[in-house]
Nanobody, 123 residues
Framework: QVHLVESGGGLVQAGGSLRLSCEAS????????MGWYRQTPGNQRVLVAS???????NYVDSVKGRFTISRDNSRNTVYLQMNSLRPEDTAVYYC?????????????????WGQGTQVTVSS
């Protein structure tokens, strides 16, 4: 069993900052790509930022220069530092990770999701 647990969401005024964390736990062999998605009511979940196992980041244009994704492989954790937040950043943020795990002696790869954390930016 593998679990992703997110933390760090909340309410912040426009221009403020938040830092999201997502820790993976369980029978983990290795963690490949990690990322953050967000979803607003009535819309699909969309990618915000991702980071490879080697640490190369990728961002959607709307957050470039404001958000920073990073990972701590020793802690199986991915972070999203969000600065200069805007009301349009308001959404539920989900972490996502492709994880190789071992279950009953069998090694397999699967994409896991966190439970989501609400980020609300007031104007």
């Amino acid at each position: 069993q593998v679990h992703l647990v997110e933390s760090g969401g909340g309410l912040v005024q426009a221009g403020g900052s938040l830092r999201l964390s997502c820790e993976a736990s369980g029978s983990i062999v290795s963690i490949l790509g990690m990322g953050w998605y967000r979803q607003t009511p009535g819309n699909q979940r969309v990618l915000v930022a991702s980071i490879t196992s080697g640490g190369s980041p990728n961002y959607v244009d709307s957050v470039k220069g404001r958000f920073t994704i990073s990972r701590d492989n020793s802690r199986n954790t991915v972070y999203l530092q969000m600065n200069s937040l805007r009301p349009e950043d308001t959404a539920v943020y989900y972490c996502n990770s492709e994880i190789v795990s071992r279950t009953m002696g069998r090694v397999s790869s699967y994409t896991y999701w966190g439970q989501g954390t609400q980020v609300t930016v007031s104007s």
